[in-house]
């Protein structure tokens, strides 16, 4: 789609806003955006991010900053959030990890209307599940690097459940982040993590036609510093940390490690696992999040940060520093392991066994869309009409199979899904809205479609889904 189209769409969305303002307030007239009494306000405008005193980006946010705030809400209390753009582009601002409907799920695909450019949007939600979800502007960015995520436009949405409380002394929210996004035909990724994995699903023929432009970045941050500007957590000797780790990035999986230290991981996507497991350090494709509890037992000034050596001195990290410890912070490289999600996970499922499949490949044609790369669902791009429909109420498996040499961040709006397999190896009861499927490799989820409503599936990685990896799933 041309930039063109966009803005044509973008004006569609802008006559439909109103009226679905209105309906969702279950209000007979508009509301007068003045008088408009919101739990929440977020306004989407140029920022500036201060990396470094050196380093200062400009970029659109939230509230004058980015990441955005971290949006504290209560599970099942329904909030009013209202949005406006300070922009000259319409935007979206999708709810990930959220079971909420589609007209305020933030997604065009799915119907939800535009904030229009200079205009407000008022939506209600009742948030949920509890645990760390996020928020970010879901609108397409093609070619333009300063659209949809690869700007500021990210943050934490925290909700709160009947059982939060664990005992920890620190909560930290950590989004990991890069900046300067640029074009590049050496691309060199760190998401061959499960290359090591048998390969499942390698064609017997691989399309060597040259790779289209793919995207990097110059600099990287942990929130909006640089690894050693900012400010770093200070803890002591024995104190417990509550660190929730969000890979808010646009195009990468990335990994990460607090040196001379474990992280015991209790929750992916926000959803506790069934077995919590101490690791070295932490995968996360982009969109996936991490709860972690970190044990301060090993005094001394130590990063926290990306394992890549140069993402790292190009900013992923930061420092944790205990009381009283003054030297250069230490990074120690952990033992380089296959990511494995299946050691959080239970041998066998409670829940009921699925009752239909759908099948997917995914495929890419390098330079499929001129300079870049086309990007296939079971043989064809987006979209994909009355392809993937379905009947609510029933239990569904869905066999991913990745016929690419990249690792792909899959995410499903508005429901959850029960990991089963991973490149062969069975689990049960992971709860997660994004899972990582391996290069090569086949990840095979279940879910309930008790969500009806059109829902958006998609690659996370951005230039991903905007040349054709995803798809819409709908209810009969
Ligand atoms: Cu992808």
């Given at each position: ?16 806003a109103?009226a ?12 007068p ?6 739990d ?41 959030v ?17 079971l ?18 200079h ?15 996020w ?6 960015a ?23 409380g ?27 993590d499960t ?25 990287y941050?942990?929130?909006?510093k ?6 770093p957590i ?6 417990r ?8 990035s646009a ?23 069934p ?5 070295d ?13 970190v ?19 190009s900013?992923?990290?930061?420092v944790?520093?205990?009381a009283?410890?003054?030297r ?6 952990p ?22 499949t759908?099948e ?5 044609i ?13 043989g ?33 709006h508005?429901?959850?899904w029960?990991l ?31 969500q ?8 996370h ?16």
């Amino acid at each position: 789609m041309k930039r063109r189209d966009l803005l044509k769409l973008g004006a569609l969305g802008v006559a439909h806003a109103g009226a679905s303002r209105v309906a969702l307030l279950g209000q007979t007239a508009p509301v007068p955006p003045a008088a408009a009494k919101a739990d929440y306000t977020l306004r989407i405008s140029p920022v500036t991010v201060e990396l470094d005193r050196s380093r200062i980006i400009s970029t659109i946010g939230y509230n004058g900053m980015a990441p955005g705030p971290v949006l504290k809400m209560r599970e099942g209390k329904p909030v009013t959030v209202d949005i406006i753009n300070d922009t000259d582009t319409p935007e979206l601002v999708h709810w990930h990890g959220m079971l909420i409907p589609p007209e305020v799920d933030g997604t065009q695909e799915e119907g939800s209307p535009f904030v229009p450019p200079h205009g407000r949007q008022i939506i209600q939600l009742t948030p949920g599940p509890a645990g760390s979800r996020w928020y970010h502007s879901h609108a397409m960015a093609m070619d333009d690097l300063h659209r949809g995520s690869f700007t500021g436009q990210f943050g934490f949405v925290y909700v709160e459940g009947p059982n939060d409380g664990g005992k920890y002394d620190q909560e930290h929210f950590l989004a990991l982040r890069d900046w300067e996004p640029f074009f590049t035909s050496t691309m060199e990724d760190d998401d061959d993590d499960t290359h090591n994995d048998p390969i499942f699903e390698q064609p017997l023929t691989v399309n060597t036609d040259p790779n289209g432009l793919e995207v990097a970045s110059m600099t990287y941050s942990i929130n909006d510093k640089i690894l050693g500007s900012g400010e770093p957590i200070r803890v002591r000797e024995g104190q417990r940390l509550l660190l929730h780790l969000l890979n808010a990035s646009a195009i990468e999986n990335r990994r990460v490690a607090l040196a001379g230290h474990k992280m015991n991981v209790i929750a992916l996507d926000g959803n506790p696992v069934p077995k919590p497991q101490s690791v070295d350090s932490v995968f996360l494709g982009a969109g996936e999040r991490a709860d972690v509890i970190v044990e301060m037992t090993n005094p001394g000034v130590w990063i926290l940060g990306g394992t890549e050596k140069i993402v790292r001195e190009s900013g992923l990290g930061l420092v944790v520093e205990y009381a009283g410890q003054h030297r250069q912070p230490q990074w120690i490289d952990p033992p380089r392991r296959s990511w494995d999600y299946t050691i959080f996970g239970n041998a066998v499922s409670t829940s009921p066994p699925p009752a239909k499949t759908i099948e997917m490949i995914f495929e890419k044609i390098p330079g499929g869309s001129g300079k870049f790369n086309t990007w296939l669902v079971n043989g064809k791009p987006y979209p994909h009409e009355r392809e993937f429909v379905l009947e609510k109420g029933v239990r569904y498996r869905l066999v991913m199979r990745n016929r690419t040499d990249d690792a792909h961040p899959m995410h499903l709006h508005r429901h959850l899904w029960e990991l089963i397999e991973i490149n062969g190896k069975k689990t049960a009861g992971i709860i997660k809205d994004t899972v990582v499927v391996p290069y090569f490799g086949r990840a095979v989820v279940d879910f309930t479609a008790d969500q009806p409503g059109l829902s958006l599936f998609h690659c996370h990685l951005q230039q991903h889904m905007d040349y054709g990896f995803k798809a819409l799933f709908r209810y009969a």
